[in-house]
Antibody
Framework: EVQLVESGGGLVQPGGSLRLSCAAS????????MHWVRQAPGKGLVWVSR????????SYADSVKGRFTISRDNAKNTLYLQMNSLRAEDTAVYYC????????????WGQGTLVTVSS | DIQMTQSPSSLSASVGDRVTITCRAS??????LNWYQQKPGKAPKLLSY??????SGVPSRFSGSGSGTSGTDFTLTISSLQPEDFATYFC?????????FGQGTKVEIK
């Protein structure tokens, strides 16, 4: 059974840092692109970042470029999102999603982890 | 960035109704259009991908269509609305990054 479990969310002050993790199981992790998508409270879905299976190709939304870093450890079947210089507008539930090819949809999603940026 | 515009933003319907949600891309996205269903407090669930392919396990009352020659206009149809279908629906283009989403359509009980 495919499972994606996010962790690492919490309350952080503006300007602070947080690292999210997404533990994957039930599939060959290294064969899939992985994405992060976020959703501010009561709002829509916003794509954040993606990484290819080998970890050699990454992309970011302009709103997080230079502040967030996506990475993966295929030996540990884990996806990461390092978030620095956090702002109030980064407050959201962050989901990881599995994607087979670069133009494929997210066919499995984690349950999400809430990040709250507030003083 | 490619803008995705969904309509309507919300609708009220009764069980058994036929429901249609549209999604328009600001430029051609070929057939790289996906539909998701999201219920409160839950992760999005993939319903349809590549404009018209139904995800495994999704009831056949859901169908996606569109693209045609323009590659910009797409539709999600629920042929006979069921109680478990009351949710918010999002379209997403996976043609290019950033992979943008529509603003969502909330389907409520009439």
């Amino acid at each position: 059974e495919v499972q994606l479990v996010e962790s690492g969310g919490g309350l952080v002050q503006p300007g602070g840092s947080l690292r999210l993790s997404c533990a994957a199981s039930g599939f060959t992790f290294s064969s899939y692109w992985m994405h992060w998508v976020r959703q501010a409270p009561g709002k829509g879905l916003v794509w954040v970042s993606r990484i290819n299976g080998a970890g050699t190709s990454t992309s970011y939304a302009d709103s997080v470029k230079g502040r967030f870093t996506i990475s993966r450890d295929n030996a540990k079947n884990t996806l990461y999102l390092q978030m620095n210089s956090l702002r109030a507008e980064d407050t959201a539930v962050y989901y990881c999603a599995r994607v087979r090819y670069s133009s494929s949809p997210g066919d499995y999603w984690g349950q999400g982890t809430l990040v709250t940026v507030s003083s | 960035d490619i803008q995705m515009t969904q309509s309507p933003s919300s609708l009220s319907a009764s069980v058994g109704d036929r429901v249609t949600i549209t999604c328009r891309a600001s430029q051609s996205i070929s057939s790289d259009l996906n539909w998701y269903q999201q219920k409160p407090g839950k992760a999005p669930k993939l319903l349809s991908y590549a404009a018209s392919s139904l995800q495994s396990g999704v009831p056949s009352r859901f169908s996606g269509s569109g693209s045609g020659t323009s590659g910009t206009d797409f539709t999600l149809t629920i042929s006979s609305l069921q109680p478990e279908d009351f949710a918010t629906y999002f379209c997403q283009q996976s043609y290019s990054t950033p992979q943008t989403f529509g603003q969502g359509t909330k389907v409520e009980i009439k």
